[in-house]
């Protein structure tokens, strides 16, 4: 299964995303659930790491695995980074009730709005 960790600002911003695990639906390279969990995760890390006044980290460490996490932004990339949550919750969501047993989503809201 593949387990997904978002987690937000109290205002709905993207702060951070860890995903672990193989979805286990099909053989590898034909397996729908995982690729549309790569897909909406390498969108909006690269979105957001194309994107001028963020900072994001990123570390995929091994097959399964992809961390990133946004360690500086300017104030004016909040409206993006709203959107960049909204997106994944939406999309995951989708994949996580098409695909119980194979995809699996929890949102964390942080207790306050750390840049870093």
Known sequence: MV????SRSQDGAFRSCLAEGH????????????AGVSVLLRT????LES????TLEIDAPERGVLAFR????????????????????TGLGQLQEEFPDNVSMRVQTENQDAEA
């Open 3 to 6: 387990q997904v960790r978002l």
């Open 23 to 34: 979805a286990g639906y099909a053989a590898k390279g034909s397996d729908i659930a995982c």
């Open 44 to 47: 909006v890390s690269s979105l």
């Open 51 to 54: 994107s001028a006044g963020i």
């Open 70 to 89: 946004v360690k500086d932004f300017d104030k004016a990339q909040n409206a993006l980074l709203m959107h960049c949550e909204s997106f994944l919750e």
